[in-house]
């Protein structure tokens, strides 16, 4: 017998269980304790706290050794007095906790409507921008300019075995041509080819970054991605 291949549900929920180290969500705010939240992230950084929510339900996964303290102050996230409360639990001050859009996709725009445009090149590459070079992916993803200087470029992030995270950034002399999003489909169709499942993150006022998810495929469910922000931390 041939085997199944998973579901877009399946992938989601696989994706988001290992990252989390629970899923789905058993509370309004499911605190879980997950020892991932003190093991390097994709870029080597140490966050204590990632989480993601669907409309009315947010699991919420935090290093062990914080995890008591943060349920006993945890509430609605959106919340000012609780934002400040669950970072002085997690030992973070100086942090904040911040809200971003999460998307997922496994039925991206196709190559005839946003064609490729990028180059796959090593992450070590020295004519890559700095910001390029901490993705753990592998390769990136780099448009050149006719002189081979960088003119705008996608990373992904490898959370885990499924879950690859999309970044994209169009240096200021390029955008307008529509580089994002054939570079962001691009890089979800070799994930999706690979078997595993593109996700996208955004800021909820980032008009440009949505528009170049909606074009992609990259819908939004009305989910949510928490992290901490700060000078030694990373959304996961």
Known sequence: MTPRSPSDGELLSFHLHNWLGAWPPRAAVDVVSSPR??????????????GVGRPGHVVLSVSPQRAEAVRRVVGPLDDLV???????????????????????????????????????VDADDPRIPRW?????YGPVLVVWDAFGNYGAGVGIKRHDAVGHEIAVVTEERFRGRGLAKRLVAQAAR?????????????????APSARVADAVGFADHGWSVYGLFGPDVNAG
């Open 190 to 206: 070799r994930v999706l080819r690979e078997g595993g499942l593109p996700t996208y993150l955004h800021g909820p006022d980032n």
């Open 82 to 120: 609780v934002q400040h409360a669950v970072v002085d639990a997690l030992g973070a001050g100086g942090s904040v906790l911040g809200r971003g859009v999460f998307r997922w996709s496994t039925a991206v725009t196709a190559a005839d409507v946003l064609p490729d445009v990028g180059e796959w």
């Open 37 to 50: 939240r003190d093991e390097p992230a994709w870029d080597g950084r140490i966050s204590p706290l990632v």
């Open 132 to 136: 390029l070079r901490p993705f753990n």
